[in-house]
């Protein structure tokens, strides 16, 4: 589990806003799965809508700028994006995401790794925590605006009910390039080692150390 800061500037979250403001929603349960729509309580904007379908874009190309993302992720293929709304009363129970979901090119795609990107300050609403279960407990987030927090799909976790104020957020799902967490690990441990390397040989080691392990371990 890992947060990543300032994933949108706070020009790019007016404009996130202000679309979403415009945007029709409806029920959220209309696209959880059978046990999560027991506890799911929300509103989503309509992913058929083309304003609601550019602000996903815009979040997708804005994830992939940022220098951690990639190397941590390693993209491969992308879930469509949801935007929630949760006001006074709303929650999410305990769940966790299914296994397969459909892309954004309508074909099923394994879920690696889930993202939530928080689109409202925390100062502005009260409750609405994500809450990750974690081998010690829950780990609660509740990070600034324009932060994402990306964590492995599988994770039981929740949303805790709104008690005032407005939460909104982008959530989505990506299919990783590498399946296993522990060799995403090693790769980003190492893009890290690289990033600190001068110009020259060592730094040559490590992309040819790299991309020899993405070889061995990346699906296509």
């Known amino acids: 589990m890992i947060v990543l800061a300032d994933v949108l500037s706070a020009e790019d979250l007016e404009r996130l806003r202000g679309g979403l403001a415009k945007a029709p929603f409806r029920d959220g349960k209309a696209t959880a799965g059978s046990a999560a729509r027991k506890v799911k309580d929300n509103l989503q904007a309509r992913g058929d809508d083309a304003t609601v379908q550019a ?49 954004e090119d309508g074909e099923r795609l394994r879920t690696d790794l889930s993202f939530t990107l928080f689109l409202t300050d925390p100062e502005t609403y009260e409750g609405g925590a994500l809450l990750l279960d ?8 509740r990070p600034a605006a324009g932060s994402a927090v990306i964590y492995q799909t599988g994770r ?32 980003f441990d190492l893009e890290r080692v ?25 699906e296509t």
């Open 55 to 103: 602000l996903a874009r815009f979040i997708r190309d804005a994830l992939e700028r940022h220098p951690v993302f990639h190397p941590l992720v390693r993209p491969a293929r992308w879930s469509n994006l949801i935007f929630s709304r949760y006001s006074s009363g709303q929650q999410y129970g305990l769940h966790t995401d299914d296994a397969a979901m459909r892309g």
């Open 156 to 187: 039981l976790h929740r949303v805790t009910p709104v008690t005032a104020g407005e939460r909104l957020a982008c959530v989505g799902w990506i299919q990783s390039l590498v399946r296993r967490q522990d060799q995403r690990e090693i790769l």
């Open 194 to 218: 690289r990033r600190a390397t001068p110009e020259g040989e060592p730094r040559l080691l490590a992309d040819k150390t790299i991309g020899n392990l993405l070889r061995m371990w990346a």
């Open 134 to 141: 974690d081998l010690d407990g829950e780990r609660e987030f």
